[in-house]
């Protein structure tokens, strides 16, 4: 079982930035996992905003684009989002899983954008 830990949010003001981060721990991590960031804003569903595909290639919301930045570090096993000229709609609980959102689900990390 695979274990995802999000850490790194927290209340910013706009236009300022932060850098979210997942832990994988536990057996049968693959390697590359987990590659994605979700984000779920208040009263929504939950939307892939950035991934990294095979190749290094990043995949971002058009929404996120030019602001956000994916990373990973494979040795730690974790990911990492770069968000920059946070906006108020980039509030919400930030996840990370693979593609499919197959692994289980960690607990999120809140991130608050303050106008």
């Known amino acids: 079982q695979v274990q995802l830990e999000e850490s790194g949010g927290g209340t910013v003001q706009a236009g300022g930035s932060l850098r979210l981060s997942c832990a994988a721990s536990?057996?049968?991590?693959?390697?590359?996992?987990?590659n994605t960031w979700y984000r779920q804003a208040p009263g929504k569903q939950r939307e892939s905003v950035a991934a990294l595909l095979i190749g290094g290639n990043a995949m971002y919301a058009g929404s996120v684009k030019g602001r956000f930045t994916i990373s990973r570090d494979n040795a730690e096993n974790t990911l990492y989002l770069q968000m920059n000229a946070l906006r108020v709609e980039d509030t919400g609980v930030y996840y990370c899983?693979?593609?499919?959102?197959?692994?289980?689900w960690g607990k999120g990390t809140l991130v608050t954008v303050s106008s």
């Open positions: 899983n693979s593609r499919s959102g197959n692994f289980a």
């Open positions: 536990g057996r049968n991590i693959v390697d590359g996992y987990p």
